[in-house]
């Protein structure tokens, strides 16, 4: 069971978080830093946002292997790619047609894309399954500078914010606002679902003795 639970928090925080990352595109308030880069890149070379996803993802993976000064994570392929789909999926086929017009629809929806991303990301990591070589990033950081995961955050999104600027992607003031809420997000929700999965684990343990 433990497996079961850990699997369904991996499908469905991935399935979330997407979701609040094609929320704060759609604002067109400004997206987060790695997003901006990715739709930079779609607009000045081609390809799907979730297929750059992918490719940065790629790079990341031996990035990561510097910074732990190990293997690179090759299973975490796996994840990404699953990420990019997922993208793709919601920014092509679900939001197609979508449109927020008006500022305070579109920082509402800025927002809660946003609050949504940091909920999704804290419950996918708790499965502890190969994460996305971006959330990967995150944690070397923390690991390598001993930083704290709201700091370790900021700075991965502040490292991609560079070539997004100069690739002139769609940032804005709303870049701002992702780049130092998105890690203070993760880390508000990150204990509960830490909590919760801890439960659920035990809970199954228990019925079964």
Partial sequence: MALFYRSLFFVFGLFIMTFGICLTIKAELGVGAWDALNVALTEWIGLTIGTWVIIDGAVLLFVNALLLKKRPEILSLLTIIFIGSLVDFWILIVFESWEF?????????????????????????????????????????????????????????????????????????????????????????????????????????????
């Fill in 101 to 209: 017009n008006g500022f305070i629809i579109q920082l509402v929806t800025l927002i809660v894309g946003l609050f949504i991303i940091g909920v999704g990301a804290a419950i996918y990591l708790q499965a502890k399954f190969p994460s996305s070589p971006i959330d990967t990033f995150m944690m070397a950081i923390r690991t390598r500078f001993g930083v704290n995961l709201m700091t370790a955050k900021t700075i991965g999104e502040i490292i991609a914010l560079i070539p997004a600027l100069f690739l002139k992607g769609p940032i804005g003031f709303g870049t701002i606002i992702i780049t130092f809420l998105i890690g203070p997000f993760i880390q508000l929700c990150f204990p509960y679902f830490e909590k919760l999965l801890k439960k659920l684990i035990e809970s199954s343990y228990q019925e079964n003795y």
